[in-house]
């Protein structure tokens, strides 16, 4: 038999309470369980930043963002420019250059696309220039030296130059005449223990119009190309008589002229280094000679 007290403190059970404790327990577990869900959410919502699509780049967003770029750097190199940082800083200038073109070839500085600070010329024909240039032309101090592979002519000028023109200095020559040059103007003169000429001269010599004085006191005066007599001139003795006017090449009566003989007889016609040749007239007192001439010789005569 149970004791009294002991049926007071054991309820008794039946189906239903077991129902009903058991429904009790299941809604505390769903409770904490859902209730704990949610926390866990909460706080990996609150602790991470919301996740967006990413977008991929259109062809037209690419080419977009490269002509910015470009326009940036363009723009970012011509303000160093014109700050003046390349041309102050010579970015833009190259040394040690060798460049060769028809009939000479250079060495030395280039800057902008022309011979510019120093260099060197060397010339198919022999001529030797180095010293300055600024914007392609001879200028500043420099050294030309001309020496002819067929004539073997040789004369050498030491000085400076101006804007591509002879400024001041001195002409050496083949033998041995100093000739000083001091002059800014576009008349020159050069004066030498034997001869003096007043005129044009460039960096090859006498060019342009001219007067030229010979030992024999005999003058020429006319047109100069590179140091020699080169198209219209006139040639007089020391007494003044006339000995030819006409056309001149490379010094020699060429072309087209008239020569007054020391005899007397007068020619005029056709010359070729510095003879008769082609088609003329000889003046002989009372005599009159028309016919054609060959290197100095009459090869026919017309009568």
Not at 83 to 104: A, K
Not at 287 to 303: A, F, P, Y
Request: a negative charge; aromatic letters at 14%; charged letters at 25%.
């Amino acid at each position: 038999m149970i004791p009294e007290e002991r049926k007071k403190k054991h309820k008794r059970v039946t189906p239903l309470s077991v129902i009903r404790r058991l429904k009790t327990s299941i809604a505390k577990s769903y409770k904490r369980t859902v209730g704990r869900y949610v926390l866990y959410r909460y706080a990996k919502f609150q602790n991470s930043e919301p996740k967006q699509k990413k977008k991929k780049p259109t062809a037209r967003t690419v080419i977009n963002a490269c002509a910015a770029v470009i326009l940036v750097a363009v723009i970012a190199l011509l303000g160093v420019y014109a700050s003046g940082l390349l041309d102050g800083g010579d970015l833009h200038m190259v040394d040690n250059v060798e460049y060769t073109e028809g009939g000479f070839s250079f060495s030395g500085g280039l800057k902008d696309g022309y011979f510019s600070e120093s260099g060197t010329i060397y010339y198919e024909d022999g001529g030797i220039y180095r010293g300055g240039f600024i914007d392609g032309r001879f200028d500043g101090e420099a050294v030309y030296t001309h020496y002819d592979n067929e004539s073997n002519d040789f004369w050498q000028f030491d000085g400076f130059f101006a804007d591509g023109q002879i400024s001041s200095g001195v002409f050496q020559l083949r033998d041995g005449t100093i000739v000083a040059y001091e002059n800014g103007q576009n008349t020159r003169t050069l004066i030498s223990p034997t001869w003096q000429y007043d005129g044009g001269v460039n960096e090859r010599g006498q060019n342009g119009s001219g007067r030229f004085v010979f030992e024999d006191g005999s003058v020429y005066s006319g047109d100069f190309m590179n140091g020699s007599a080169f198209g219209e001139g006139v040639l007089v003795d020391a007494a003044g008589n006339t000995v030819y006017f006409g056309e001149f090449l490379n010094g020699c009566f060429d072309g087209q002229g008239v020569y007054y003989s020391p005899e007397g007889w007068i020619y005029q016609g056709g010359f070729k280094d510095g003879l008769f040749e082609g088609g003329g007239i000889l003046f002989m007192d009372d005599i009159v000679i028309t016919g054609v001439w060959k290197e100095g010789v009459q090869v026919s005569r017309n009568d």
